[in-house]
Structures are given as structure tokens and as C-alpha cells.
């Protein structure tokens, strides 16, 4: 995913851009007890950034909180997620 990050100081809007490709292949489990169906195929979303980053420029405490939105290309879904980072930055 490419992000841009604009604003100067410590408060900064991020927005990015990206695309996400699943594959999935499960064979036949033949040793289980319980049912597993058989699963393959692949799948391509199209995800998205939007939110705000709080980041001293000479490092230090970070915080950050955005929106996620995901577009499932095969069902033309549109799912919300969303997130919060909390970390040091150096």
C-alpha cells in the first residue's frame, strides 16, 4: 500500500492507496474428525487509508487512528474497517 503523508509539525493527515490478493487452497483433509470443506479460488480487493498520525519530528511517543475502507472486487463489496496505532517512533 502506498501512503502520502501531508501537514508539517506534529500532526500529520496520511491517505493511501493499495490492492490486496488472496489465494486460497485447502485440500481434502482426510485424517480429521471434523468436516473441512475443500476451498480454493482468489479474490482481489482494493483498500484504502484515510487518518491521522501524531508523531513528534524528533521521535518519541506516536499515535495514530484511520479508516480503512476495502473494496471486494469479486462481490463489489464495500467493507468498513477501521484502526488505531499506538507505539515510538525514533
Do not use: C
Not at 470443506?37 to 513528534?56: C, K, L, Q
Amino acid at each position: 500500500m502506498g501512503r502520502l503523508i501531508f501537514l508539517q509539525g506534529s500532526g500529520h493527515l496520511e491517505r493511501g492507496l493499495g490492492l490486496s490478493v488472496l489465494v486460497l487452497q485447502r485440500p481434502p483433509q482426510e485424517d480429521t474428525k471434523q468436516y473441512l470443506p475443500t476451498m480454493s479460488g482468489s479474490d482481489v480487493n482494493i483498500t484504502g487509508v484515510i487518518g491521522y498520525r501524531y508523531e513528534s519530528p524528533s521521535g518519541g511517543f506516536m499515535f495514530r487512528v484511520a479508516a480503512t475502507p476495502t473494496i471486494d472486487m469479486g462481490t463489489k463489496e464495500f467493507i468498513q474497517f477501521g484502526g488505531f496505532t499506538v507505539g515510538w517512533a525514533w
